[in-house]
């Protein structure tokens, strides 16, 4: 409980993200939602569209329509020129706004639709004009439907947003994807109660508004309307402008990264820096993100960023790739590969010991053997990528069942027997904690993962920022990241990532 | 209040030219002429689908005619822009039509509020003496009063721009027979002390004949008789004229039955 406190109180800056996206995506549906319905309530046509639309935009699961304004943003670089940020608060805005129309604009159309048809010609007969009849008739008799659909698009976006997270938007998402990465309940529940806490003080809000608008009270709807702006207000002076000097590291979505993310943030810090953390993002976001600016460092892996960007699939042996991946970076993308860590970061397919002794299997070939009977569980984005195909068409792995679990279920998937063999990393702390054998890769089809440190072509320049973090090269080694990882990764005792990053730091002579 | 210079009927004040309307082809008014002298009141009488409404609503454009043109005070409805127009006339809305989310007195200053005239106080008394309400229903809200007040308080509507034609489209349809009749008595004292032009569409023949001075009788898009009340029960107009007043006669007769049989 006191866990819960703590994360609560620290979540001030997350709330402020929040509370200021939210708004923002919701003052944009409003807006957008208002015109259209006008538009829609004179021509059947526009409101035919318009509804199915939004229907539409409501059926795609709001983390994807998230993820899916990346390659569109991207692509209108074209048209608005590089400088049109791709992650971050922008995408999320636009996405929020779509997910925040269909109730404004439904509830705006219904109501205008079950208007008394008296009422509407009587303000014809008195002499309005199409303006004097919006503005004295059709928009007062609407107000409290169209804000009870506002009070459901803000629910609805509060809790969206919290997803916002996946493509870098600070939210109190954050806390929810990095507890549930590493396993720390107290801080999903902290972000949980932050996000709800927000969406019932809004929903309260705008219901008194929705109240004032019914009963025809102006001050209750002009306090509602204070409160929430005043919320808003103080949310933006909370937030800090961030200074342009402000480095900005990125981490995929499990412990190992936030943990490097914060042991290069900590050097900067001590260098002088100001360091920023955008966490949880996806393995493709992450390279688009660096060459793009969005964010200034991440940590990434030989073998991943040779299939995933350079689209290879062959396997010219460790240093040979790595000497590619940097001339092609410096040559394609401008962004400089500034070393490797020192440990591999690998995925490997892992059963446990007693299973894998009972079966007889040490190498993928044995396994291929066993594999019809046998059910594989992979992260959520194992079975898509193109190591896994190599390496089931190298051996010809074909399982009786393949199933998907996030990253931090899976070893607790093989422990309790929901999946045989699990596709595993190298580096992670539970693979001896969990007593797991890593099925031998005899024909070297899995590509080598050394981890690398990637700095973006701008922040690149910074001969300063490079110098402060060279000495992590070669620093790292895998039985000490194996250990930070389980520091964060087990249930008793657990450290933050920022706690395992400084003990890391310790251990490794800084 | 206007008070015209002369309380006797004079040339024509309204006048419809060879007017059509017709709604996906089915003609709800066909060429149809007919002229309206100032001061008269007219009732407009027939079945439901017989184009009375239709007609009435050419006056203030609420539905412009396909084909000829109306002529009111000199000059062709369309020439001026609806809005305008419409603050012009008085109009009385069949199921009353009051904003709901306005007050009595704002719903009764509309007409000059829209005109950029705010009406006084004074005002909004004196027009809710005129339908005979006292002042404190100023601050009342439609829903709190009652279906005869609230068809008072489209009356008083209708008459706060001063307009010099009052168009009623089945006014008085949806009140119960007592209120309705004595609805009906003031708005024919008000047409005579405003020195109105007035035109009702009702279908009830009674009412056309007890209140109006003239009596149209539309069937299929036409005016079939066009009579004084008292010609009408003398018999003339035609069949379906006689037909319409046929209804209220025999009941006027049967209850005269019954009197004599007490």
Known sequence: ?510 | MDQPASPTPTGPHLRFENVSRSFAGVVAVAATDCAIAQGSFVALVGASGSGKSTLLKMVNRLGDPDQGRVIFEGRDVRDAPPAALRRRLGYVFQGVGLFPHMTVAENIGIGPRLAGKRASAERIAELLELVELEPEYAVRMPHELSGGQRQRIGVARALAGNPHLLLMDEPFGALDPVTRDGLGKRVRLLHERLGLTTIMVTHDMAEALLLADRVLVMDGGRIVADEPPQALLAGAGGDIAQGLVAVPREQAAALARLDAAR
């Not at chain 1, 072509?457 to 920022?465: E, H, N, S, V």
Request: with cysteine; proline share 4%.
């Open chain 1, 1 to 510: 409980m006191s866990d819960i406190l703590t994360h609560l109180a620290g979540m001030g800056d997350k709330l402020s993200a929040h509370v200021l996206l939210a708004a923002a995506a919701l003052a944009l549906g409003i807006i957008t939602a208002l015109p259209l319905a006008v538009w829609a309530s004179r021509s059947p046509p526009v409101s035919r569209i318009a509804l199915g639309f939004a229907s539409l935009v409501q059926t795609i699961p709001a983390l994807a329509l998230l993820a899916l304004f990346f390659p569109v943003l991207l692509s209108l670089r074209s048209v608005f020129g590089e400088g049109l940020p791709t992650l971050g608060f922008l995408p999320a805005l636009l996405a929020l706004a779509l997910y925040a129309l269909l109730p404004i604009l439904r509830n705006a159309v219904t109501a205008r639709e079950h208007m008394a048809g008296g009422v509407l010609e009587a303000a014809d007969g008195v002499g309005m004009t199409r303006w004097q009849k919006l503005r004295l008739v059709e928009a007062p008799l609407a107000a409290p439907y169209i804000m009870a659909g506002i009070r459901t698009a803000a629910v609805w976006t509060i809790g969206a947003a919290t997803l916002s997270t996946t493509i870098g938007q600070p939210s109190l998402g954050d806390p929810i994807f990095a507890g549930l990465q590493t396993q720390n309940w107290a801080l999903v529940l902290a972000g949980c109660i932050a996000s709800a806490g927000l969406a019932m003080v809004a929903d309260a809000l705008l219901g008194a508004v929705e109240r004032g608008f019914a009963r025809r009270k102006r001050w209750l709807v002009w306090s509602g309307i204070a409160l929430a702006l005043a919320g808003v207000a103080a949310a933006g002076i909370a937030q800090r402008p961030t200074t342009g000097d402000t480095i900005v590291i990125g981490a995929k979505n499990f412990s190992e990264q936030y943990i490097l993310a914060r042991l290069i943030g900590q050097r900067l810090e001590s260098a002088g820096y100001s360091v920023e953390y955008r966490d949880g993002l996806g393995s493709a976001v992450v390279h688009q993100a660096l060459t793009s600016g969005g964010i200034d460092i991440s940590v990434d892996y030989t073998g991943t960023l040779w299939t995933n960007q350079l689209g290879r699939s062959d396997n010219p042996g460790r240093e040979a790739m790595y000497d590619e991946l940097v001339r092609w970076e410096r040559e394609s993308t401008g962004t400089l590969v500034l070393g490797q860590l020192g440990f591999e970061n690998a995925y490997a397919l892992a059963m446990r010991e007693d299973r894998a002794a009972a079966l007889g299997i040490e190498t993928l070939g044995d396994l291929a053997r066993a594999a019809p009977r046998l059910t594989i569980g992979g992260d959520v984005e194992f079975f898509e990528r193109p190591e896994w195909i190599a390496v089931r068409s190298a051996y010809g792995l074909d399982f009786d069942r393949q199933r998907n679990f996030t990253s931090t279920f899976l070893y607790d998937a093989l422990t309790g027997g929901e999946a045989d063999v699990i596709s595993a990393y190298t580096s992670d702390g539970r693979v001896a904690a969990d007593r797991l054998r890593i099925i031998e890769d005899t024909k070297g089809a899995f590509p080598s993962y050394d981890a690398l440190v990637l700095i973006s072509p701008d922040a690149a320049k910074d001969a300063r920022l490079v110098a402060a973090l060279e000495p992590l090269v070669g620093a790292i080694s895998v039985e000490a990241m194996r250990e930070a990882n389980l520091s964060v990764d087990r249930l008793e005792d657990k450290r933050s990532p920022a706690q395992a990053a400084r003990t890391l730091a310790d251990k490794i002579g800084f």
